[in-house]
């Protein structure tokens, strides 16, 4: 309805002018300046690192920092796309086996955080593991706590898969409730805009990214920050 489209255009423009300093897309993107890509680790290194945090794990149960650096360590393994082909048995178990790894990751980071760690890495893993096992609820909610607290500067994998699934959850609640007809926040535009600007700043920032935000911008109404964001790409 015309009622709908003319919310939706308010929105558009309060979205862009609403201040999300938690964000902070202007301060993060400069630190971003000129930021390379750590050399990803080989597989056989990430072996290692899980079998080295495995036994400083059991040496140390309950500490939490030792839990969480376990947690990553599983996580790691487990996106590496190697890990299914060359462990499982039957290339038709892979994925299956690839599942078992992040519960792993999953159940090492449930373990951290009953003893006491916290913050943007404890977070993180939690959004990510839970993603991977299609808790997606779970994953949004963590993500919602990640994303704001990334560090400056931080040109990881994981900062930059939680700023994905973040701005990919704040879309999606948009299109729903325009869909749905129903008013939604302007500051979910703000900080989706704020999200993919970080993002496109990213070493692994990608051309896929900057027009996924140019489509749905334009969708939006909102032609002129579409083409800006497509341009800084």
């Known amino acids: ?17 609403t201040s999300d300093s938690s964000m902070d897309a202007q301060g993060r993107s400069k630190a ?15 072996e290692n690192s899980l079998e080295l945090k495995e036994t400083q794990t059991a040496t140390a ?67 990510l593991t839970s993603y991977y096992l299609g808790k997606l609820e779970d994953s949004a909610k963590w993500a919602e706590l990640a994303a704001p607290s990334i560090p400056v500067g931080d040109v990881s994998w994981n900062a930059m898969a939680v700023l994905d699934i973040y701005a990919r959850n704040k879309r999606q609640s948009i299109e729903d409730a325009i869909a749905a007809k129903k008013q939604w926040p302007p500051s979910w535009l703000g900080e989706l805009h704020n999200a993919y600007s970080i993002l496109l ?33």
């Open 1 to 17: 309805s015309s009622n709908t489209a003319a919310r939706a255009l308010a929105n558009v423009h309060t979205g862009f002018t």
């Open 32 to 46: 971003l300046l000129g930021a390379e890509y750590p050399a990803p680790s080989d597989w056989q290194s990430l």
């Open 61 to 127: 149960p309950a500490d939490p920092e030792s839990q969480l650096d376990l947690a990553e360590a599983a996580l790691a393994f487990a996106v590496n796309p190697n890990t299914a082909r060359i462990l499982a048995a039957d290339p038709a178990t892979a994925e299956r086996y690839s599942r078992l790894h992040f519960e792993d990751a999953h159940q090492a980071a449930l373990q951290a955080q009953e003893l006491g760690a916290a913050g943007w890495r404890m977070d993180a893993t939690l959004c």
């Open 201 to 233: 700043d990213q070493p692994l920032g990608t051309g896929d990214l900057a027009l996924a935000h140019y489509d749905f911008l334009t969708k939006l109404g909102a032609a002129g920050k579409a083409t800006a964001s497509l341009q800084k790409a």
